[in-house]
């Protein structure tokens, strides 16, 4: 078990670029999650997966981010056309989750992705 | 929406005290999480909880559903224990797997 990993862990950009990040979960974890966390507050839910299907996307900040994971294992989260307002930590989470079955629903993050946008 | 309410927004005590961190949401939750955030931005699970409490270590963990209200301790504090302690719920049906609505945390200083 190597943890969730986020690439890459620090980015900047100019106003106006594309960015994609990249999340690893944890290798059995079917659920896999999106936050972002500005300074001084709490992250704030963007959206989330089990397995391949976004069960979530409503709370994606506006049309220029998405999200998708096509295997069911990483994730990209992508942002265009940046603004300065999108300047954050992007923290990736990812969990074991069987409804009926249970299952340790705890949350664990990778150390985020840093975006600075100039 | 659920609005998650932490306090205190700062603490700061002597090593060896007992500490206690609040929090309050205002609506139905599935599971309420408190998580451990170190500067740098790496963050930690501590505790999931639905009912009654829990406790690992020197650290415990309660919640009263009726009250929708959980606290943090923290006994024999160490300065290693300094950090930013989140809340966070979750609503959905998932048994707390889904999306979290954090708190803004409580920034903790234990010092020598």
């Known amino acids: 078990d190597t943890g969730v990993s986020q690439d890459p862990r620090h980015k900047i950009t100019k106003r106006g670029q594309n960015v994609t990040f990249r999340c690893d979960p944890i290798?059995?974890?079917?659920?896999l999650y999106w936050y972002r966390q500005t300074l001084g507050q709490g992250p704030e839910f963007l959206t989330y997966?089990?397995?391949?299907?976004?069960?979530?996307k409503s709370r994606l900040l506006s049309d220029r981010f998405s999200a998708e994971r096509p295997k069911g294992s990483f994730s990209t989260l992508e942002i265009q056309r940046t603004e300065q307002g999108d300047s954050a930590m992007y923290l990736c989470?990812?969990?074991?989750?069987?409804?009926?079955?249970?299952?340790?629903?705890?949350?664990?993050f990778g150390p985020g992705t840093r975006l600075t946008v100039t | 929406k659920n609005e998650v309410e932490q306090s205190p927004q700062n603490l700061t005590a002597q090593e060896g005290e007992f500490i206690t961190i609040n929090c309050s949401y205002s609506?139905?939750?599935?599971?309420l999480h408190w998580l451990q955030q170190h500067p740098g931005g790496g963050i930690v699970s501590l505790f999931m909880?639905?009912?009654g409490k829990k406790k690992h270590g020197r650290l415990i963990a309660t919640i009263n559903i009726q009250e929708k209200h959980s606290s943090l301790h923290i006994t024999a504090s160490h300065p290693r224990d300094s950090a930013v302690y989140i809340c966070?719920?979750?609503?959905?049906?998932?048994?707390?797997?889904?999306?979290?609505?954090f708190g803004k945390g409580t920034h903790l200083i234990i010092q020598p």
């Open positions: 966070a719920v979750s609503t959905g049906l998932g048994g707390g797997a889904d999306g979290l609505t």
């Open positions: 989470a990812s969990s074991l989750a069987f409804l009926l079955a249970g299952g340790n629903y705890e949350q664990y």
């Open positions: 997966f089990q397995n391949e299907a976004q069960l979530e």
């Open positions: 609506v139905g939750i599935s599971a």
């Open positions: 909880l639905s009912s």
């Open positions: 290798s059995e974890h079917n659920r």
